[in-house]
């Protein structure tokens, strides 16, 4: 058949898929149209030029139908700006010309509020200097200097109210005059730019109308997890049983209900807008491959085994992602925190949404949840002499909460920001909340070496002290830890003096000491930990 017989046409075929990876995005186009038997090709304006071409596939929704995609491609242009600047230079120039004379009223009304406000003051300070003279001549009227001033105050109010919002809508066209004002000098640099087009050539063998789609892959787009926490705090009044019980002193406490919300942060450079399209955020990574490594001969001698043993003390931590969930199972096994879990993830918002080609970041709601929490105050003083508030919640959504940073709003107030890892479903995890100025802490240390004659064992005896205060009007309980270290040798020992600490406490397995210390309003307080290390006379460098 001759190239005059090919049929052709221009199909409006808006974006209204994209699945979100790590660092590219896969896009979907759908369009209709109907053709007439015979070969078409097939032309779709405006696309990404940044797309890869070998991604690119076409197809027909119907996979029934007996039409076929024999070929398509993509053909790139390199214009110059000049060509197409003009309309759009234009438009934005009268954009900018009409802000820009509403800004000039503004001006012009600001002026004229700030004279009748300076001319009310000045009637106001006239009739204060008038009172007394008056009072003098025996003019005396309360009422009706009553009546005269709150007329005057009012009409002060309402000057200064107007001015306020005409300031504020002078800013934010200020703003805007700004924007275009960026935006008429890039689209007036004289540089090309690159613009792309599908073709795709079609055989239809009958009339009717068809649905094509067009799916391909662009780089410069990508989407990290971004949650929101919101800590509505409330007190409550301990119940009289429990006052009589003696749990405790009848002071309020503090509730909470913890509100998280996670949004998917969208940046998009690709030359598209997405507009009004389903978006899909996936954590596959399809970039990511897997190598082995590279043996080598591993080396064996034998060696004498030295006759002193020589140590050195070391920090280790203990890596937790989540707080584990409320149903303990002995077969559980820990697992390093990583983004995803390791496994694929795939969530999809609730409605469509809008992703301009600017590279600005967009974020778009995904899934929240309401959960009660347990708020406590932790004092780690070898850290720092802080008191900081955490709170203790489940993930009681069916979705799990992604590796990222997480906006913290206390009541009404935008307090900082945090961090959490992957937090599975049903999991509890914990947020800090700062620092608690209510209580001031000191932290002191000393330590003393002795060597038993008799055995030639070193012994070193450490005290630590805390000195913690409550300036507030609140009673506040810490949950304090200090730590001892954990001995991995026979030749070491490492004993808590208990008689010497408060309330006897013991280390756990990682050597972490607990207290739960209550500080009543406007108090003070003192708590020890004392302990021992020991090394025998094998040991070097102790």
């Not at 009072?135 to 105050?153: E, H, N």
């Not at 007190?235 to 309020?252: F, L, S």
């Not at 003390?313 to 002995?330: E, F, H, N, P, Y």
């Not at 077969?331 to 409605?351: F, H, K, M, Q, W």
Request: with cysteine; net charge negative.
């Amino acid at each position: 058949m001759a190239i005059e017989d090919i049929q052709l046409f221009t199909l409006d075929a808006p974006v209204t898929t994209v699945t979100l990876l790590e660092d590219r995005a896969q896009v979907q186009r759908t369009g209709k149209a109907t053709l007439s038997e015979g070969l078409w090709r097939i032309t779709v304006d405006r696309v990404a030029p940044i797309l890869s071409d070998k991604s690119l596939r076409a197809e027909f929704r119907d996979r029934t139908t007996a039409a076929r995609v024999n070929d398509v491609r993509v053909r790139r242009r390199l214009r110059n700006r000049e060509e197409i600047q003009q309309e759009v230079l234009g438009q934005l120039y009268e954009e900018w010309r009409s802000h820009r004379i509403q800004f000039n009223e503004y001006s012009e009304d600001v002026m004229q509020l700030e004279e009748r406000f300076a001319q009310l003051s000045h009637i106001v300070f006239k009739a204060v200097q008038e009172m007394p003279i008056d009072a003098v001549w025996g003019q005396v009227d309360p009422m009706a200097w009553r009546s005269q001033f709150q007329t005057l105050f009012q009409q002060i109010r309402e000057t200064r109210m107007e001015l306020f919002q005409t300031h504020q809508a002078q800013k934010q066209l200020w703003q805007t005059l700004d924007r275009l004002r960026r935006r008429l000098i890039e689209q007036s640099r004289p540089d090309t730019i690159y613009t792309a087009q599908f073709e795709a050539d079609l055989t239809i063998p009958q009339a009717g109308e068809y649905e094509l789609s067009f799916d391909y892959v662009v780089p410069n787009a990508l989407w990290r997890p971004y949650h929101q926490a919101h800590m509505q705090i409330e007190e409550r009044q301990i119940e009289e049983k429990q006052i009589q019980d003696g749990q405790t002193e009848g002071n309020p406490v503090e509730t909470s209900i913890l509100n998280f919300r996670t949004d998917g942060c969208v940046w998009q450079n690709t030359g598209e807008d997405w507009t009004n399209v389903d978006l899909v955020f996936s954590t596959a990574r399809s970039s990511l491959g897997t190598e082995p490594p590279l043996l080598s001969d591993d080396m064996l001698a034998v060696q004498e085994k030295p006759k002193r043993i020589a140590i050195q003390m070391r920090d280790r931590v203990i890596q937790k992602a989540g707080l584990g969930t409320s149903a303990a199972s002995d077969n559980a096994i820990e697992l390093p925190g990583v983004e995803d879990g390791g496994e694929v993830r795939t969530l999809r918002p609730a409605s469509k949404a809008t992703v301009p080609s600017d590279g600005r970041p967009y974020r778009i709601p995904l899934f929240e949840f309401s959960t009660p929490t347990q708020i406590e105050y932790v004092l780690m003083p070898e850290i720092a002499c802080q008191v900081v508030l955490k709170s203790e919640q489940s993930n009681s959504s069916n979705f799990p909460i992604l590796a990222g940073p997480v906006d913290l709003v206390k009541s009404t107030e935008f307090i900082g920001k945090t961090s959490v890892n992957f937090i599975a479903s049903k999991e509890k995890f914990a947020l800090g909340w700062g620092v608690d100025a209510a209580i001031r802490v000191q932290r002191t240390e000393s330590q003393k070496r002795e060597e038993n004659h008799l055995t030639k064992w070193m012994t070193i005896t450490k005290n630590i002290t805390l000195y913690l205060s409550n300036i507030g009007d609140r009673p506040k309980t810490l949950v304090t830890t200090e730590r001892v270290p954990v001995s991995e040798l026979e030749h070491i020992q490492v004993e808590v003096l208990s008689p010497l600490s408060t309330d006897a406490v013991q280390p756990d397995a990682n050597g972490f000491c607990t207290w739960q210390l209550h500080l009543p309003p406007y108090s003070q307080r003192l708590a020890g930990l004392a302990y021992t290390i020991s090394a025998s006379p094998e040991v070097q460098g102790f």
